[in-house]
């Protein structure tokens, strides 16, 4: 139930809307903050994936969220509202439908990102806005306004459950150009739009009446919705200059792109010592292992520092953090390790033959685990997990289409990956720190549409402007 005014009502079994707009719903499903992420169910087309390495942050519930319960059985229009009115009650139970999951980036960037500098599929800014856009939705959610948050996503946007998507490229990033700004520049030229919200507030089994009284009119009230598209663009600006802040430095305040650092430069001691150890061990035990098994022996190549170190920054941070700041942290990590080896590759290449087998041995280890590390809806912790993977590979003799023929080397692999990313965190530092500057652009947009909205509803209404 809720309180309107001093009314009493429960929440809709009709809704009333535009042509224009769709009210579907279960966009906010599985979505309480209070709750762990439930484990995903493995389908027999997609392949089974291991265990994550990570820790999931505070994820979400089974508990139906506000639009699920004001939109169940939405859609019916006021001649079938009326038959029901008609018909023998039946106790309503509404069973929210759940969206499917959005799609991400196509696969084309795979065999793209080696012709040049230009990488949109991970670029940190794109990144940022994804993150900001699906931040600003759960807020929605959070201040009782879902109506906004579902015109960004299924109108809009028009993908599939974005706040239950955990991963680096969303694919309407990549519809809209691949660049950080073109989605919300084309928010800000959408008109605006009011939605019309029916909600029962007495009748059978309503407002404390008895639900098998057939004389009991059922009594209905109609809530206008407004969206305006450039307001909401102006405030996941401001948002995403939050998320920007937690991830550079700031007041010598120990930000996320540090903690990325931090673990990151702790991961081959790591190694080492745990291969010192099982090697210790097994010597101990009388079983001395062959070369190369000494690692794929042990039950992980490294810990896992980087969750912890997170969580530890978080809690004491000065400022309050954003909605999703631990998973956000998670898909910055996972984008770094993606963007090194993005660049390692090109470096190779550009070698020629140089590098012939060190390229081919990391393009195809690459390439053959990129769906299941850094594509589409992730676990937690895939970054550590396929640097893991490469740490436990075996090297190997591997000969090049150019007659080139030597010794694969996985660690020499990992490190170069690990050096990589202390440079682009250090770059994306630098860009993090311009967000503000780099969104005066937007912002001047959406004045501009602004005023014209303002000049066009002066001049309907009949006045002049200011005497």
């Not at 919200?197 to 109609?222: C, D, F, Q, T, V």
């Not at 663009?233 to 401001?238: E, G, K, Q, V």
């Not at 650092?261 to 001691?269: E, G, P």
């Not at 010794?407 to 994306?428: F, K, Y």
Request: charged share 25%; net charge negative; hydrophobic share 35%.
């Amino acid at each position: 139930s809720a309180l309107v005014g001093c009314y009493s009502f429960t929440l809709p079994t009709r809704v009333f809307r535009p042509a224009s707009v769709s009210l579907r719903m279960g966009y906010l499903d599985n979505l309480s903050p209070q709750q762990e992420d439930e484990p995903k169910k493995q389908t027999s087309s997609s392949p089974k994936k291991k265990p994550s390495g990570g820790v999931v942050p505070s994820g979400r519930g089974p508990e139906p969220s506000f639009l699920d319960i004001m939109t169940a059985g939405g859609g019916a229009s006021a001649s079938a509202a009326s038959e029901k009115e008609n018909s023998p009650p039946e106790e309503e139970t509404p069973v929210p439908t759940t969206l499917s999951k959005p799609a991400g980036w196509s696969g084309i960037y795979l065999k793209d990102f080696l012709d040049g500098n230009d990488d949109s599929r991970t670029d940190i800014r794109n990144l940022l806005t994804q993150r900001s856009i699906q931040s600003f939705m759960f807020l929605l959610g959070q201040c009782r306004d879902p109506h906004s948050a579902k015109w960004i996503q299924e109108d809009f946007l028009e993908t599939g459950n974005l706040l239950d998507y955990h991963g680096t490229g969303a694919g309407f990033i990549e519809r809209f150009g691949g660049t950080w700004d073109a989605a919300l520049i084309a928010m800000t030229q959408q008109p605006k739009t009011t939605i019309i919200i029916s909600a029962k507030r007495r009748g059978r089994g309503h407002g404390g009446w008895s639900k098998n009284n057939p004389y009991l009119e059922e009594r209905w009230m109609e809530m206008p919705i407004d969206i305006d598209p450039p307001s909401l663009a102006t405030r996941i600006l401001s948002v995403r200059e939050h998320i920007a802040r937690e991830w550079t430095s700031d007041l010598d305040v120990v930000r996320d792109l540090d903690v990325v650092l931090t673990a990151n430069n702790m991961i081959l001691n790591s190694y080492f010592s745990k291969a010192q150890s099982d090697r210790d061990r097994g010597k101990a035990s009388g079983t001395q292992q062959k070369s190369g098994e000494a690692v794929g022996a042990m039950d992980v190549a490294f810990d896992r520092t980087a969750v912890n170190l997170m969580n530890d920054n978080s809690r004491f941070s000065p400022t309050e953090s954003s909605p999703f700041r631990r998973g956000n942290f998670d898909l910055l990590y996972n984008l770094c390790t993606q963007a090194a080896i993005h660049r390692i590759l090109r470096t190779y290449k550009g070698a020629g033959e140089d590098r012939s087998v060190p390229f081919l041995f990391l393009r195809d280890f690459y390439t053959e685990r990129a769906a299941e590390y850094f594509d589409g809806d992730l676990p937690y912790g895939q970054a550590d997990d396929f640097v893991d993977d490469l740490l436990r590979t075996s090297p190997a003799i591997l000969s090049a289409p150019d007659g080139k023929t030597g010794l694969t080397d996985p660690l020499g692999a990992a490190e170069s990956i690990i050096r990589m990313r202390n440079q682009v965190v250090n770059e994306w530092k630098e860009t993090m720190e311009r967000v503000q500057e780099d969104h005066i652009g937007v912002q001047s947009v959406v004045l501009s549409k602004q005023m014209q909205n303002w000049d066009t509803s002066s001049t309907d209404s009949g006045d002049d402007g200011f005497q």
